[in-house]
């Protein structure tokens, strides 16, 4: 049988759940090989996630409408998702779980999959689709700007539900109206209580009922990266790039280019702080923006450039972006071009959006 079927791999994992250097559960999961599923030239297998702005633009109407909320999980969100109408996949067995018969042996059968899998290529696709369907059925509807937005009526007493994969925050003007939307959502999907929101997408989120403000910071995250950096006894500095940095490298000496690991090293600090100042970090944009333009070809005086933002990220690292400070709720920018200052006369321009006094693109 294992000649004539095309089987994917699969293999366990196994996870310690820790929060705040303190374990508090254990998670193992079977995770089918995906690499290893044969792809189809019409496949599909775009699942939306949400917007960092819808994020920040959700905030800040929760606290300035002062309206409860309540974050929740889906538990093995991907397990959901129905394959009946999807193409057949069959893995090897999950060891430890073994069937077998005397004259075949377990490594003869396989396993046909009748729900979605952590690892295959379009489970995601097949949880977003089942999410939708069933959040329809209880009344919530995606927004056109962003499917991973759903709203339940309208006006100032709308209820709002934002999804990231699994995980889920509501927000409604009162507690019970919350736990009300909790009850809907678990009588779809098994989903457990977190409580109010105190980490987000890698944010630390922290509520001031009394002025209705609610700030985002990475102070955890700025710290992992140092360390993964070897750098967090570094020198701090005032400005996160010098003006004496020059990004102009055709005049650039080959053998300062990097090459290999230390090429791979460049590649992953810059995208670490990209990640950063998409988030909450706006004050590095400019820099990470010149940073990334030398990605394909970055040399020993680039890395020197990465590693001073570095520095001036261990200087502000509690820096944060504070959602609903200023209480008229109106989107305004800010913008500026730089005529001709790329060494091919090519121009800079330069746009930063706020709403009600916090920037968010």
């Not at 977003?128 to 209880?138: A, P």
């Not at 055709?250 to 090293?265: I, Q, V």
């Not at 600090?269 to 944009?285: H, Q, S, Y």
Request: glycine residues 4%.
């Amino acid at each position: 049988m294992a000649d004539q079927i095309d089987n994917v791999t699969a293999k366990a994992t196994y996870e310690v759940v820790n929060h705040k250097n303190e374990v508090y559960g254990f998670k193992a999961r079977w995770v089918v090989c995906g690499n290893h599923q044969q792809k189809k030239e019409d496949s599909i297998f775009y699942s939306p996630v949400i917007s960092n702005t819808l994020v920040k633009i959700i905030f800040t109407i929760v606290a300035q409408r002062n309206y409860a909320w309540k974050q929740f999980d889906a538990v093995a969100v991907y397990l959901n998702a129905s394959r009946e109408h999807e193409e057949v996949i069959y893995v090897i067995q999950p060891p430890g779980f073994e069937y077998s018969e005397p004259e075949i042996g377990p490594k003869g059968w396989v396993c046909q999959l009748n729900q979605a899998l952590y690892g295959l290529r379009d489970s995601a696709k097949l949880w977003n689709e089942d999410l939708n369907i069933k959040l329809n059925n209880i009344g919530f509807v995606p927004l056109d700007d962003d499917p991973c937005v759903y709203i339940k009526g309208s006006g100032e007493t709308a209820w709002y539900l934002i999804v990231h994969v699994d995980d889920f925050i509501a927000a409604a003007p009162t507690k019970e109206e919350v736990d009300q939307i909790f009850k809907e959502v678990q009588s779809e999907f098994d989903i457990k209580d977190i409580g109010e929101p105190s980490r987000f997408l890698g944010s630390a989120v922290v509520r001031d009922y009394k002025n209705r403000t609610i700030t985002l910071s990475q102070q955890v995250y700025i710290e992992e990266i140092l360390r993964l950096a070897e750098m967090q006894n570094c020198k701090e500095a005032a400005i996160p790039l010098s003006s004496s940095w020059i990004w102009d490298n055709e005049n650039e000496d080959p053998e300062t280019l990097l090459h290999g690991k230390e090429h791979t090293r460049y590649r992953s600090i810059v995208g670490r702080l990209n990640w950063l100042a998409v988030e909450t970090r706006p004050d590095i944009k400019f820099a990470v923006m010149k940073l990334q333009h030398r990605a394909a070809n970055p040399t020993e005086r680039d890395l020197q450039a990465a590693r001073q933002v570095y520095c001036y990220l261990k200087r502000t690292k509690d820096f944060a972006i504070t959602l609903g400070c200023v209480k008229d709720q109106r989107f305004y920018a800010y913008t500026d071009t730089s005529h001709g200052d790329w060494p091919d006369k090519k121009s800079t321009e330069g746009t930063i959006w706020f709403f009600a006094g916090a920037p968010i693109i």
